[in-house]
């Protein structure tokens, strides 16, 4: 099992939205980096939820990956943000996944707390200037996360 963090903007879609639908797809990723490591998740991955552009900005919850390789239907949306006018049914360009709602975690941990705890080869999201929406997460790191995310 792997591990992951991937931002939303809790006004956009937070972690209530998705505890209220169970499951989403996870889509409107135009970035190539973070739709390679989509692409790169399986079933029963987990990834930690963390709220972006907001005040603080931090891991929220977890989810668990239960469908990959999908094709994002956003792309041939024309009235959707995320139309890409070069996708075609033929040769799709972007990808997304569901994911499901596991829990929310008893407190915020912070982007400030990330920094005091994690150097950026340790957990990409503190590197200054990050603004990836999908992250892998190391083994050793997650294990720590989920030490402090899990701590009263």
Partial sequence: ???????????????????????????????????NFMRSMQIGDRAFFYHSNTKPPGIVGLMEVVETQIVDPSQFDPNSKYFDPAASLQKPRWDCCRLRYLRHFQQLL?????????SPEQLGV??????????????????????LLESP
């Fill in 1 to 35: 099992m792997a591990y992951w963090l991937m931002k939303s903007e809790p006004d956009v879609y937070g972690i209530d939205h998705l505890q209220r639908e169970g499951s989403t797809l996870w889509d409107g990723i135009r970035n190539y980096q973070a739709r």
């Fill in 110 to 118: 912070s982007l400030d707390a990330l920094r005091e705890n994690f």
């Fill in 126 to 147: 503190v590197k200054r200037g990050n603004r990836l929406s999908i992250l892998p997460v190391e083994p050793s790191s997650a294990k720590r996360l989920l030490e």
